[in-house]
């Protein structure tokens, strides 16, 4: 199995080390993890890390039988797939445009009728396919971030890293998009790694949060234990208390500490 494994990993940009000894054992394929904590703990490094942006100083980070860290780019880019916070496009490009690239860009360049295929397949399954000619300019906020996440999965690629992938969008949208990645990739058996600061879009969603803070694993476990203990409170500095709603589902309630 295609299982993720980080180990006593430390990065970082020159002499500032960022990560500290941040160990993620045994993320299964089909498992969707909510990457957590307060802005500057530490997840867009762990994502670069992961995704061979940067080199890590210390560690491990393992695929299946795939090293990350010594593994080249092109076999990387075939199985680790990151959508980045700015994730954009040729704006003189239409919407299939835009897919067909990002599928190129882990690939030969030469266009072939299987990947005409795999683009429409992921329009369809995203059901996109009404925006496939259209414009990169001309679409709204919600339809640019849902493209974005398109050329990220139809690479089909074991491991998906999304950093922050509802950012300034509407809570329609915010549903839309996770409820859409959460269904392809338990179809296609993929892992997904997503930061999110939303607490309850992540209670929601995710099978397990890993919370960061100051460059270090604080918890790491199903979203009900997490989201309980006292290191949410510590980390975020507020109050929180956790509910559970008429639907079955997790709220946290938080405020201001005094």
Same mark, same amino acid.
């Given at each position: 199995?295609?299982?993720?494994?980080?180990?006593?990993? *430390? %990065?970082?940009?020159?002499?500032?080390?960022?990560?500290?000894?941040?160990?993620?054992?045994?993320?299964?394929?089909?498992?969707?993890?909510?990457?957590?904590?307060?802005?500057?703990?530490?997840?867009?490094?762990?994502?670069?890390?992961?995704?061979?942006?940067?080199?890590?100083?210390?560690?491990?980070?393992?695929?299946?039988?795939?090293?990350?860290?010594?593994?080249?780019?092109?076999?990387?880019?075939?199985?680790?797939?990151?959508?980045?916070?700015?994730?954009?496009?040729?704006?003189?490009?239409?919407?299939?445009?835009?897919?067909?690239?990002?599928?190129?860009?882990?690939?030969?360049?030469?266009?072939?009728? $299987?990947?005409?295929?795999?683009?429409? $397949?992921?329009?369809?399954?995203?059901?996109?396919?009404?925006?496939?000619?259209?414009?990169?300019?001309?679409?709204?906020?919600?339809?640019?971030?849902?493209?974005?996440? %398109?050329?990220?999965?139809?690479?089909?690629? $074991?491991?998906?890293?999304?950093?922050?992938?509802?950012?300034?969008?509407?809570?329609?949208?915010?549903?839309?998009?996770?409820?859409?990645?959460?269904?392809?990739?338990?179809?296609?058996?993929?892992?997904?790694?997503?930061?999110?600061?939303?607490?309850?879009?992540?209670?929601?969603?995710?099978?397990?949060?890993?919370?960061?803070?100051? *460059?270090?694993?604080?918890? $790491? *476990?199903?979203?009900?234990?997490?989201?309980?203990?006292?290191?949410?409170?510590?980390?975020?500095?507020?109050?929180?208390?956790?509910?559970?709603?008429?639907?079955?589902?997790?709220?946290?309630?938080?405020?201001?500490?005094?």
């Amino acid at each position: 199995m295609n299982n993720l494994n980080i180990t006593d990993l *430390g %990065a970082g940009y020159g002499k500032v080390t960022i990560l500290k000894g941040i160990t993620v054992s045994n993320v299964k394929p089909g498992e969707f993890v909510g990457l957590i904590g307060p802005n500057a703990s530490g997840k867009s490094t762990l994502f670069k890390s992961i995704a061979g942006i940067i080199r890590p100083g210390t560690g491990t980070i393992s695929l299946g039988d795939i090293d990350l860290v010594t593994a080249g780019r092109a076999q990387r880019s075939r199985r680790v797939a990151y959508m980045p916070q700015a994730y954009g496009c040729n704006a003189a490009l239409s919407v299939f445009e835009c897919i067909l690239l990002a599928l190129k860009q882990a690939n030969r360049w030469r266009v072939s009728s $299987d990947d005409l295929d795999r683009v429409a $397949d992921i329009l369809a399954e995203l059901e996109l396919s009404h925006l496939a000619d259209k414009g990169i300019a001309l679409l709204s906020g919600g339809q640019a971030q849902m493209v974005a996440v %398109a050329q990220t999965l139809v690479r089909q690629p $074991d491991l998906v890293l999304l950093d922050e992938p509802t950012s300034a969008l509407d809570l329609h949208h915010q549903l839309s998009i996770l409820a859409t990645v959460r269904r392809v990739m338990k179809k296609r058996g993929m892992i997904v790694i997503a930061a999110l600061h939303d607490l309850n879009l992540a209670a929601q969603f995710c099978d397990r949060l890993v919370l960061l803070g100051s *460059g270090a694993v604080l918890a $790491d *476990g199903p979203p009900g234990k997490v989201l309980a203990l006292s290191s949410i409170e510590e980390t975020y500095r507020v109050k929180t208390t956790l509910e559970q709603t008429r639907r079955n589902t997790l709220y946290v309630d938080a405020r201001l500490s005094a």
